[in-house]
């Protein structure tokens, strides 16, 4: 029974050792884990600005001229489609970010979700934007400007043009017919090719409703079988340049111009049914702690230099919606860029379907239902 | 006494054990319960809905195209499996008993070296070697053997290329481990039994194996079923697995309970996959 | 003899294919890292390291690499020790519940990266903690923990459990005991389980993706950097990455592992 207390006395100085073990490994654990990564870190605070963005915006090129007039440093994260930026909001405490650029077309969704702040309207330089591209219902409501829009092109038909009869390429239809199958690549956003199936089918875009979707998800299907592959945007640029496939169905400028130095047989067209303009927009966020800042950015962004190095930035060149960006760009750019060409393409172009929640989920459907065929 | 110094043992191995333990179940367990919850919630105008449904599960059996993913991904990944382990049991086979003891080490860094390239960037790299105007191709043509291009990229076959071309190390690496583990003692005794080569390899070494084998072609399983890389790069997106099903609801969608839900029936997949190979999986102590 | 002989050249000539497939692609990639264009893809134009000069002159790239190697070195030593010390407890003491601890240690190898990744994410943001290259490292740890944790368990045979036992009856504490008796026994797969992480970690994509946010690893960087186009940038830092961890193992292999080999 003596042994009891001395038992006691053991086991409780056991614990204390054993709970400093645990401690000390824990602590050990949480230090490690805690001061994981020596990031560097600049010598004195500076100001950040976190942006999402699409991936031409994360060119050096593009970026460092803002960050030192300001003294600030810009973070970017790039992403590929609304949803994917619409997880990363939800999945970022509100105040995170401060900048985001979005497809046109969804200013409306984010605006509808109370994502972004009002812009004042003469802090944008409206006026020299084309006016075809202003896009004043998507990026405005109730008369208040959320977001401007910064660069926009095609998706249309881009081709090899040695291998393939460029009238064939005039006529949408092509996209389905039989005469080149297994040489066409299928860009991989279903927004844009739904659009261009429509126009194949003589639908405008803005009118596409669900009455439409059973000749589309027909004709997509067809398509799926004389095509290749559908693919984003390095396998269908790395499809046409090996010669893999001859077609690009979905592409455009932002994805030949890089490679017309090295493969000038590529080229691409407006299609005599028309195709379809993608516009990319930027504004602020309304949670944003750096108003002031963040509209600097969007300005620095539309004004003529900032446009010029975006229209050209290393990800992608497309054409940018400020007019005088012209006077910062060389010539050869503008030949790349196709600049005087743009009244016309403007006329025959439409802009992405926007459906309602219920019909993007049944062309998304029809989409993945396609690929699975 | 001896009660309490037992005990006093058993107090330090639960602090040994336990830092593993927490980090196990905070970053693993606790997010796995969350994502089992978030399964049953759905997405309904731009908004999670947090009402407790089982709509996401409903919709990946009637929905084609959702079920064909997992149809995919389990065809693709027992092809992969299969191909990878008979391609890498005669090499680890090889290396353990042709190799000269002192060139194992190298002949292994050897066969996982060209893993250092960083994966992205090899799934890539095979997508240029399959194309029609790739390495094999123009080989192939110019040795004569084939008069057209041969069909490799941007299909399920050049996804299971990739793939194999991975787990091919991978198998080779834990069927070696168990190869070298073999005491020669067992072969002695089959040839002492009156075994001949052949015999004794596949009555004796097999079997002794089979844990290797099973444990390398279940990890196999797991990396090649989950994967997303490979097939988004190399498939060409003519059919969808699991994983691509998964970043699109994520991706297009910002549907986070769909995601939760397919990536559970993933799970479920995988479970099945381990229930059925359980008895070669013990981790057994040497 | 002669089917000695067979079986020989049977070897050799498997050993070469195999290894010619597994090299196949790393040959390509390399070759054409070094192409003079625009263009990674055949035909070969000619040589020029203008590729290498622009992968290093691009900070992102570099950044990332820097960003890979530690999230790769502390996400593996945290895994290894923390792999070490629970093999070490379930080894060699009786606990409790002992095969449930190994299963719960070991499961998350049995569960997609994908699924361990869109767990945290959903976690870390109910917990409103931000994305960063440490939450890719916990990521990390919690796939390589359980392969740590299997490989050095399962070398943890009980013929050394004298060993230890007879240190222990010279004096020496748990911890030393550990330190210098059981982890230089077990220094084989200790490496092993090491390298391995590090391998897995270094390549690893989906986790790295969905948990990172400004700071990214390699393969997150060089996705993106696909995602942009075709560029032999992309082959050159694929290569050299191949190639500096060639020369590190040489060198491993010739300095280090010679002399434990030997002994």
Redesign the interface.
Known sequence: MS?KPE?NV??SS??G??AR??LA??AA?SI???S????ATPAFAQEEL?ALVW?DH?D?ALIEPFEKANDVKV????Y??T??A??IL????PG?WDVLVIDGVDVQ?AV??DLLAEIPADALPTADIFPEVRMEANNTKDGKTYAVTEKFGYNTISYDKTKVDPKDMQDLTMIWSDKYKGRIALY?Y?LPMIGLVGLGLGKKTAELSDADMPAITEKLSAMKKVS????????S???L????VDILVGGGEW?TA??S???PNLDWTVPDQGAVRWAQSIGVMKASKKQDLALKFVQYIVSPEGQARLATS???WAMPANTKAGDHLTDAQKTALRWNDQAEYLKKTQLYPIPS?ELDQKM??AW??M??Q | MSMTLEQSEQRKAWGFVAPALAWTLAFFVVPFLFMVAMSLWSRQSGAIVRAWNLDNYLAFFEKAALFKGLVNSLEITLIVTVLSVVLAYPLAWIIAERVPKRFQRMALIMAVLPFWTSYVVRSYSWLLVLSKNGVVNQTLMTVGLVGEPLELASNRTATVIGFTHFFVMLLTLTIYANLIQLSPNYRRAAADLGANAFETFWHVIVPLTLPGIMTGAFLTFVLCIGDYVTPQILGGNNELVLPQIIMLQLGRRADFPMAAALSIILMLAVTLAYVLCARWLKIERA | MLRNVLISTASWVYATLIFGFIFLPVAVLVLFSFQDGRLPVPPFNGFSTQWYTAVFADRKLMAALLNSFVVALFSSLIACLLGFLAAYALARHKLPGSALQRGLLIAPMTVSYLIIALGLLTVLNAFGIPLSLSTVGIGHVVINLPLCFAIIYSSMGDHHVNIERAARDLGASDIKVMVLVTAPMLMPSILAAFFLSVTFSWDEFIIAFLLSRFDVTLPVEIWSLLRSGLNPKTNAIGSLVFQVSVAVLMLLEFTLFRKTGKS
């Open positions: 042994v038992g053991m086991t056991m614990k050792a054993f073990r645990f490994s824990a654990t490690a884990a805690g994981f990564f020596p990031v976190n991936c994360t050096p973070n970017l994260k790039d590929e489609g949803g994917a619409l997880s939800e999945q970022s405490q995170d969704r509808g979700l991989d279903y290749k592959q559908v693919s984003d945007v390095v396998s640029q790395t499809a340049a090996t010669g893999e994805i890089a490679l130095g090295e493969k290393s990800c992608y929640a998304q459907d993945t239902d690929m699975q």
